[in-house]
């Protein structure tokens, strides 16, 4: 076994992987970029080495820092992690080179699964399944578009080097073909320097479910059964979990069979995933089609290890320093369910837009829940941690086992619910609506459940206002009396010898105003009114944050957090962000400006769509910004003329920084 390994990565995947390491009495090395100085990952190894500035082409997929970093500090081998370099080929030789083990499959595996087109050609050979598609070598947009066409619609075009959904786009018509396919082109070179595309038919109600595989370096390869990631925004996974709902064993065995197949066609070792894409059949059953293969380990990976109770970076470490597979294929069993949520710094509401901002608050389920092995959390981050634009979106997984399905859900609600993050958006409370609609809850799964659940899960109300006013009434309270405790002479308890005291508070809510009265009668009773509706209340706190809140007879506990004049209310049926209003300050307000077009994160200017003077329409597409790994095109609030460009193609932008201006049409 190793004694000492470097950690290519960062984030959540580095902290696993040491934490493994460190069981096994491994020490660990991790590298860094600028932005990561103080990052989590650092702190959990042994070693640390600062390999370069925080833009991921000038430290995380700088192969040859890294091999230097190895080789400084005497580490035996290299753990890639996924992202960055774990699917280069070139990286995975160049440690061979150095006298290091790359900690995943040979270099001729990565390359031979790492082009779509070619593994498809491969696999076909091979005798597993494929979509019907163009996966050939010419590129000329012209043969595309007529490959696309003999297919027919929707076709979906795919970087043949890419992953994660970038370079993907499905097209419904050839009248959009031309405008997509130099869109996926322009996401593909930039992600993975290679604008390569393959073309398929797009299967209308697919589901994503792939293998996790293992193999050894004398040819054995195993399957540890099957994960559905079918729930997807973007071509980006949402939930995962293992096993696939409504899986027969007889299919279960076929898929993995074929998974086997193919990692055998290639020589594959260590951890691997092989994709399908599958479809349901007359029969109930599943036909399923190759789609690709991951060559490292895969995010959604926690789950096969809560299913199969295996540890698969310890398989990893073993297989790469030569010892065999830890178990034969009939020792691998299946035992109750898991499902992983990934928790995104993100607006589901504004079309998934990455989030940028500090964790004011990051609280996490009990330490119980973690004690029992129910619930799991893969986090690289910690309270008052920064999420920068220059790294994926993903803050935390979020993973729970149960004994069945309807107990694994039941649990993910439960464990979603007690994480409350403050200080930029995030997509929990989307998650736990893909968790309670009707198609998850039910199992009817394909990769358009989101789409299809569109009018639940976007947009939904938050909390009632008068459990929100309730929330925000009961922080003040607890505060005042947090101060009373100080100084007693501060009493401010709303005695009065005749009548009643009255409290006003403004507030306003996914911006809508309300105004909500405190009455304390002169009994000490208390009511909440909001409107016409007047609800006796009554209110019981665990400290500064927790309140039990009794409304018109009904009781809530609720967690309030205070950032600046903004409280986060946490219940455990939804949550709301309320911001205390001063009418008075925003009277003074004047109208905005009509006429600019702003960032809505940090990124960078991959395109201009118009130039200055010409006449847009609105909705029209004027930019094309790129961060945190994405495209995101911004598009005209209205008609007008391009009055200026304030930027040019390649520029770096701040959040709010004004792209160009619009002048109001005549």
């Not at 609280?363 to 092995?373: D, K, M, V």
């Not at 409290?503 to 809508?512: N, S």
């Not at 597409?621 to 391009?642: C, F, Q, S, Y």
Request: aromatic fraction near 6%.
């Amino acid at each position: 076994m190793f004694k000492k390994i470097l950690i290519a990565n960062r984030g959540e995947i580095a902290c696993r992987v040491a934490a493994t390491a460190r069981k096994l009495g491994i020490r660990t090395v991790a590298v860094y970029s600028d932005a990561d100085a103080n990052a989590k990952h650092v702190m959990a190894c042994d070693e640390a080495v600062h390999i370069g500035p925080s833009s991921p082409k000038e430290s995380y997929l700088r192969g040859d820092r890294i091999v230097e970093a190895a080789k400084a500090t005497g580490a035996q081998a290299v753990h890639p992690g996924y992202g960055f370099l774990s699917e280069n080929e070139d990286f995975a030789q160049a440690c061979a080179d150095a006298g290091l083990v790359f900690i995943g499959p040979p270099p001729s595996a990565i390359k031979a699964m790492g082009l779509k087109a070619e593994s498809k050609q491969l696999m076909e050979r091979a005798g597993v399944p494929l979509v019907p598609g163009y996966h050939g070598g010419n590129q000329d947009p012209d043969l595309l578009k007529r490959e696309a066409d003999r297919i027919g619609y929707p076709a979906l075009i795919k970087a043949s080097a890419g992953g994660g959904g970038k370079g993907m786009r499905v097209v419904n018509s050839s009248a959009e073909f031309d405008a997509a396919l130099a869109s996926c082109k322009r996401e593909a070179i930039n992600s993975f320097g290679d604008d390569a595309v393959l073309i398929e038919r797009y299967v209308t109600r697919p589901r994503h479910i792939e293998i996790q595989v293992f193999g050894y370096t004398k040819g054995d390869v195993v399957y540890l059964f099957e994960r559905d990631c079918s729930v997807q925004r973007r071509h980006q996974k949402v939930l995962e979990e293992a096993p696939a709902p409504g899986m027969s064993e007889a299919r279960r065995r076929e898929m993995g069979e074929a998974a086997v197949a193919a990692a055998k066609a290639v020589g594959y070792v260590g951890a691997g995933t092989v994709e399908f894409i599958a479809e349901p059949t007359d029969g109930g059953d599943l036909r399923f089609y190759f789609m690709e293969m991951n060559t490292r380990l895969q995010v959604e990976h926690p789950v096969t290890e809560a299913i199969t109770g295996l540890d698969l970076v310890e398989w990893q470490l073993r297989v790469a320093s030569g010892q065999p597979l830890p178990l034969r294929q009939d020792q691998l069993h299946i035992h109750g369910h898991a499902i992983e949520a990934r928790i995104c710094a993100e607006n589901p509401d504004a079309n998934f837009l990455p989030a940028t901002g500090r964790l004011e608050v990051y609280r996490t389920p009990s330490a119980a829940e973690f004690e029992r092995g129910d619930v799991r959390l893969d986090a690289g981050v910690r309270e008052g941690d920064a999420i920068s634009p220059y790294y994926d979106s993903m803050v935390a997984k979020l993973i729970v086992w149960g004994a069945d399905r309807e107990q694994a859900l039941a649990r993910l609600d439960a464990a979603l619910a007690q994480t409350h993050i403050v200080g930029l958006h995030t997509n929990l409370a989307f998650l736990r609506r893909v968790v309670q609609s009707k198609s998850f809850s039910q199992a009817d799964l394909d990769t358009a459940l989101i789409e299809r659940e569109r009018a639940a899960l976007f947009n939904a109300a938050p909390l009632p206002p008068d459990v929100a006013a309730a929330g925000v009434i009961a922080h003040a309270l607890a505060d005042e009396a947090e101060l009373e405790d100080a100084d007693p002479l501060s009493r401010r308890d709303g005695w009065r010898m005749h009548g009643a005291a009255v409290r006003r508070f403004d507030l306003d809510m996914k911006g809508e105003h309300h105004v909500a009265r405190l009455e304390r009668t002169h009994h000490g009773e208390m009511l909440l009114c909001i409107g016409d509706k007047r609800q006796p209340i009554s209110i019981g706190s665990r400290g500064k944050n927790v309140h039990d809140v009794a409304l018109n007879g009904r009781r809530y506990v609720l967690t309030a957090y205070a950032t600046g004049e903004r409280i986060s209310i946490f219940s455990p049926d939804g949550s709301a962000v309320v911001d205390e209003f001063d009418p008075i300050a925003h009277a003074a307000d004047g109208a905005s400006e009509g006429g600019r077009l702003t960032a809505p994160m940090p990124g960078k200017v991959i395109a201009f769509l118009a130039k200055a003077g010409d006449v847009v329409t609105q909705g029209q597409p004027l930019a094309v910004m790129e961060a945190m790994k994405m495209e995101h095109t911004i598009t005209a609030p209205r008609d007008g003329t391009v009055a200026e460009l304030l930027y040019a193609v390649g520029d770096q932008v701040g959040e709010g920084g004004e792209l160009l201006r619009l002048e109001k049409a005549e």
